[in-house]
T-cell receptor, first 113, second 110 residues
């Protein structure tokens, strides 16, 4: 049982490049989400999904796109990377956000130069 | 908008001491509160989850309490060890998201 798997672990991008951060879970969780963690600001929600085919915006969605074609996968796309997107990105999942806790991946450390 | 505050921001204690980490939240309409541990450069490890109908949860040397009416949760660590050194985060759950505080960085010294 792998839990929540994020790839890659580290990435350096040039300004304007695009990339996709991958997130997969094998726990049959309906809910999945992406957070970014910045020093002094805590973790902030980017996008989330309550099931396949359903996504919604979080607190800081600008510059990011998501899709949820399967229950297992929830990729995060940066269409045109900016230095302000330098951060550590975490994917999290839950069976039900009301009554169950969240399981987090190990994170992707992204640097945009 | 939910806001979560954790005090203190940093704490250094000698090994063996009992300690309390504090978490306060502004909106009491939460479904649950979850405490996490984060080691440097690592992900978040769940420690305890308290449902909104519960008052406390215990796991080993850890005890977390929740008082929704006052908007507070505490994490009690008994007989602290150097291996407890990490950043501790609380997340208030509701509305399909966790709202996090900025964490308490704990150092347990020999």
């Amino acid at each position: 049982n792998a839990g929540v798997t994020q790839t890659p672990k580290f990435q350096v991008l040039k300004t304007g490049q695009s990339m996709t951060l991958q997130c997969a879970q094998d726990m049959n969780h309906e809910y999945m989400s992406w957070y970014r963690q910045d020093p002094g600001m805590g973790l902030r929600l980017i996008h989330y999904s309550v099931g396949a085919g359903i996504t919604d915006q979080g607190e800081v969605p600008n510059g990011y796109n998501v899709s949820r074609s399967t229950t297992e996968d929830f990729p995060l796309r940066l269409l045109s990377a900016a230095p302000s997107q330098t951060s550590v990105y975490f994917c999290a999942s839950s069976y039900s956000t009301d009554f169950y806790g969240y399981t987090f991946g190990s994170g992707t450390r992204l640097t945009v130069v | 908008k939910q806001e979560v505050t954790q005090i203190p921001a940093a704490l250094s204690v000698p090994e063996g001491e009992n300690l309390v980490l504090n978490c306060s939240f502004t909106d009491s309409a939460i479904y649950n509160l979850q405490w996490f541990r984060q080691d440097p450069g690592k992900g978040l490890t769940s420690l305890l989850l308290i449902q909104s109908s519960q008052r406390e949860q215990t796991s080993g040397r850890l005890n977390a309490s929740l008082d929704k009416s006052s908007g507070r949760s505490t994490l009690y660590i008994a007989a602290s060890q150097p291996g407890d050194s990490a950043t501790y985060l609380c997340g208030a759950g509701g509305g399909n998201k966790l709202t996090f505080g900025t964490g308490t960085q704990l150092k347990v010294e020999l």
